[in-house]
């Protein structure tokens, strides 16, 4: 007869504050108590600053594996004894891999991301990666309000031939309202007025012209994986901790018409092909 496990899977990532993102710790940690699973995944950086590393890292004998998180393992002290998992990184080289392919003049980009965790560990990202890049990286941008995002904008128009633009929701509009990610999207969009890039799918069909996004499922899928093993009896010190690889490219046709841009049928071979969105 074939033995059923109990598997658990916590998101935290919407919060109003750090004493409600405290409260929701505390009641997925009684959740925890409650149900004792056999293994948890614990997606996204928030998860694991929150919830993770005050109740369970290294005080529980739980296997955990983590997903969807930005950060340096190293930052939350991972690998641990019972923790190990996949980190998620924006698919940049190969996204500007794609957008070379399909104006091959470009040589310098920019991008520009709402202040916030995420933003910071994209940042570090980038660093470690830029000397890998095909073009250079100019400049990272990280505006606390839309206002702040179209004078950014402004200055990565004068020296660079493309941007990244990624998650710009809920960043304050000019009377204090959040914005919508496709209202601030076109806004900055149309400020810049040049080729954009996107690193998700919604960001093409707003208009970004081209970009490889990373494959939620990938994540999702080995964390499972990486935990099953270590609940079939595989020690956590012997799962190393990996990073996605796994992208899809998209490309935008109706902003490519509207550049005049006629690509190669090789570079369209195998992408999803996207029209705005209205």
Known sequence: MQETCKVKYFYMNTYKNIEDAARKAQEAYAVYQEFQPDGVIAADDNAQSMFVLPYLKDKVKTPLMFCGVNEDAEKYGYPASNISGILERYLIDESIA???????????????????????????????????????????????SLKDALIMTEELKKSCDV????????????????????????????????????????????????????????????????????????????????????????????????????PRPIVLQGAELIRTEK
């Open 163 to 262: 941007i990244f633009v990624s998650s710009l929701a809920g960043i304050p509009d000019e009377k204090g309202n959040p914005a919508t990610e496709k209202e601030a999207f076109t806004a900055v969009s149309e400020k810049f007025a040049k080729a954009v890039l996107g690193v998700h799918m919604h960001h093409i069909k707003f208009g970004a012209f081209c970009g490889v996004s990373q494959i939620g499922e990938e994540q999702g899928e080995k964390a499972s994986e990486m935990l099953l093993r270590a609940m079939e009896g595989t020690p956590v010190s012997k799962i190393p901790v990996v990073r996605n690889h796994k992208g899809k490219r998209m490309i935008n046709v109706m902003v490519l018409k509207e550049m005049g841009i006629s």
């Open 98 to 144: 794609l957008a070379k392919q399909l104006l091959p003049s470009i040589s310098t980009f920019g991008f520009i991301m709402k202040n916030s965790s995420t933003s910071k560990a994209i940042f570090k990202q980038i660093q470690k990666e830029s000397n890998n890049y095909i073009v250079n990286f100019i400049s990272f941008k990280e505006p606390n």
